[in-house]
C-alpha cells in the first residue's frame, strides 16, 4: 500500500512520522512522509531547537505529489500531532484530496488530544478541531482513553462504559476504533488493555503492564493498527498484529534501559512478534 502520513518529525528519538514511518516501511509499505514540524527532539526533553510549519506548506507538498500524477494510488492517509487548527485543515484538505482520486483510501486519524494524569496538553482549539472535524470525517480513529473521553463527553470505569463510548465514536463516523491505555475496573494493576471496535465486532487485547513511560509509543500502534487493518479488513487481526509489536517492542526498549524507544534496534518485532497476543470477544 502507499500511505501518506503527516505527523511531527524529531532528529534525535522517534515520535510522530520518526516513530509511525519505518514500522509501516518494514511490513512493506511505501509511505509519503509530510512533517508538521521538524524538531531536534521530542518536547518530552524540556528544550528543543526546530521550527514548526503551517497549513499552506502542507498543502503544497500534497500538490507536489498530485503533479506527479500518483495521489490516486493513495491507500490511505494517516494523522496524528495537530500544531495547529490551520494544519488540521491542510490535513482533512489532503484526505479530501485523495479520496477525490481515490474514493476506497481510508483515513486514520490519532485524535491527540491528551492523556491521563496530563490531561489536555494540545493548543487551545485542537480538541475541538478533533472532535468536530477531524474525528466525523475518518474511517479509524486511534484514541487513548483519556481522549475516549473527551471525544463523547463520558466518564469510563468499566469495559461497559468504554464500549457504549466507542459506540458513540462509530456512530460519529469512523467504523473503526482502536482504544489504547485502556483501565477499568476489571484491568488487573499488572495488565493494560486495548480494545478494537469494527465490521467484524469487539475485541480486547490485554497486556502485561511495562515499568516504563516513553514517548512515540501511541504513533506507532496508531500506524501498525491502520495498515494491518487496511490491508485484511479485521480488526481482531490488526489488534492482535499492532499490540503483539507494540508490547515487543516496549519490551526490548525496558530491557535496554532506553528512554527512546528502540525502533530499529527491535524492527523484527513488527513482522514476526516474538510474543503473540489474541483478542478475546467482548
Known sequence: MNILSIQSWVSYGHVGNA????????????????????????????????????GPMIEELVTGIEERGVLGRCDGVLSGYMGSADIGTAILGAVGRVRGLN??????????????????????????????????????????????????GSTISTLAEAIAAVDLLHRAGPSMVLVTSLMTEDTPDDQIDLLASGPNGRFRVRTPK?????????????????????????????????????????????????????????????????????????
Not at 509511525?20 to 528543543?48: C, D, K
Not at 509489536?245 to 534501559?257: D, F, I, M, N, V
Open 19 to 54: 516513530s509511525a514511518v519505518f514500522p509501516m516501511q518494514r511490513l512493506g509499505h511505501e509511505v509519503w512522509a509530510i512533517h508538521t514540524v521538524q524538531f531536534s527532539n521530542h518536547t518530552g526533553y524540556g528544550a528543543w531547537k526546530g521550527r514548526v510549519y503551517d
Open 103 to 152: 474514493p476506497k483510501a481510508l483515513y486514520c486519524c490519532d485524535p491527540v488530544i491528551g492523556d491521563v494524569g496530563r490531561g489536555v496538553f494540545v493548543r487551545p482549539g485542537i480538541p475541538e478541531f478533533m472532535r468536530d472535524q477531524a474525528v466525523p470525517a475518518a474511517d479509524v480513529i486511534t484514541p487513548n482513553q483519556f481522549e475516549l473521553e473527551y471525544l463523547t
Open 210 to 282: 511495562l515499568g516504563i513511560s516513553v514517548n512515540g509509543a501511541g504513533d506507532a500502534i496508531a500506524a501498525l493498527f491502520f495498515v494491518h487493518a487496511a490491508e485484511t479488513g479485521d480488526v481482531a487481526l490488526a489488534l492482535s498484529r499492532a499490540a503483539s509489536s507494540t508490547y515487543g517492542l516496549l519490551k526490548r526498549t525496558a530491557e535496554a534501559g532506553s528512554r527512546e524507544i528502540l525502533t530499529v534496534a527491535a524492527q523484527d518485532e513488527f513482522v514476526t512478534p516474538s510474543r503473540l497476543f489474541t483478542p478475546e470477544s467482548v
